[in-house]
């Protein structure tokens, strides 16, 4: 079965780009039907859904953050990334991979991008944006 492991950076400053790695295994990235999505859970708040890939390469990003991100994949390395620009303080959060067989259930009415659906999730890794 699927298994991903995030990784990257825990300490960002502010207004640099935060780059994120998940190394995918059991699966190819390439397999139909697979999504791929990246979410964070900030202190004391709702998981945000902020983007996926799909098994084809297609993309989606969040209304409230697309601007600033760029999710991609290395097919050699089975891998999936995040990038996101122009980070302040508040996009300090705990951020997951997620891998499912289906595209994520979502909920954009609110401040946030809610999403269900997301399938296995890596154990997360804390990014701190922080001079």
């Known amino acids: 079965q699927v298994q991903l492991q995030e990784s990257g950076p825990g300490l960002v400053k502010p207004s640099q780009t935060l780059s994120l790695i998940c190394t995918v295994s059991?699966?190819?990235?390439?397999?139909?039907?697979?999504?791929f999505n990246w979410v964070r859970q900030a202190p004391g708040k709702e998981v945000e859904w902020i983007g996926y890939?799909?098994?084809?390469?297609?993309?989606h990003y969040s209304p409230y953050l697309d601007s600033r991100i760029s999710i991609s994949r290395d097919l050699s390395k089975n891998q999936v990334s995040l990038q996101l620009t122009t980070v302040t303080p508040e996009d300090t959060a705990v951020y997951f991979c997620?891998?499912?067989?289906?595209?994520?259930?979502?909920?954009?009415?609110?401040?946030?991008?809610?999403?269900?659906?997301?399938?296995?999730w890596g154990q997360g890794t804390q990014v701190t944006v922080s001079s």
């Open positions: 997620t891998g499912g067989v289906s595209p994520p259930l979502l909920n954009c009415s609110g401040p946030i991008c809610l999403a269900e659906q997301l399938g296995r």
């Open positions: 059991g699966v190819s990235i390439t397999v139909k039907y697979y999504y």
């Open positions: 890939i799909s098994y084809s390469g297609r993309t």
